[in-house]
């Protein structure tokens, strides 16, 4: 139940994962200690998502694209702090090209997508200092005092 559409989606996908494990093994060697544990972790998830997706390609009948020598980077990570904001902006990348995935005609490839997104957001909330709001995006509500019970409502 595959399509020429659902494999261009993989290639995009594999695309991401090639751009990532470049990245990661740029990161890991400028890191230490967890944060370089978090990078190494990453590499290795992404390697596996990798091969995931060049099985995927080649069991529809299409050609997995090989990585590319080098790339572009949106900033040179100088250190360790640098490192981080990058492998967040990396993980989103990565997840938003499995959300594209995640609308392919074949529902395992769905599936997989669909699990890569949760998997490339998470990894991109642990690289932040802070724990994510419980609705990102929506605006912090102001604390407000407790409700004082009505007249109705009090025991006696």
């Not at 399509?3 to 991401?16: E, P, V």
């Not at 990570?77 to 993980?91: D, F, I």
């Not at 769905?110 to 802070?130: C, G």
């Amino acid at each position: 139940m595959s399509s020429a559409d659902d494999i261009d989606k993989l290639r995009k996908a594999l695309a991401a994962e090639h751009a990532a494990l470049f990245a990661y093994g740029l990161l890991a060697a400028r890191t230490s200690g967890t944060v370089r544990r978090r990078m190494s972790e990453a590499f290795e998830a992404h390697r596996a998502r990798r091969d995931q997706l060049r099985t995927l390609i080649t069991a529809r009948g299409g050609q997995p694209a090989e990585p590319d020598a080098s790339y572009a980077l949106p900033f040179f990570p100088s250190n360790a702090t640098l490192a981080v904001k990058l492998a967040v902006r990396l993980e989103n990348g990565v997840a938003a090209a499995y959300l594209e995935l995640v609308s392919a005609r074949d529902p395992k490839v769905r599936e997989h997508a669909a699990l890569a997104v949760q998997e490339a957001v998470k990894r991109s909330y642990a690289f932040r200092p802070d724990p994510p709001a419980a609705f990102p995006g929506m605006p912090a509500a102001a604390a407000s005092p407790p409700a004082s019970p009505s007249a109705g409502q009090a025991g006696g």
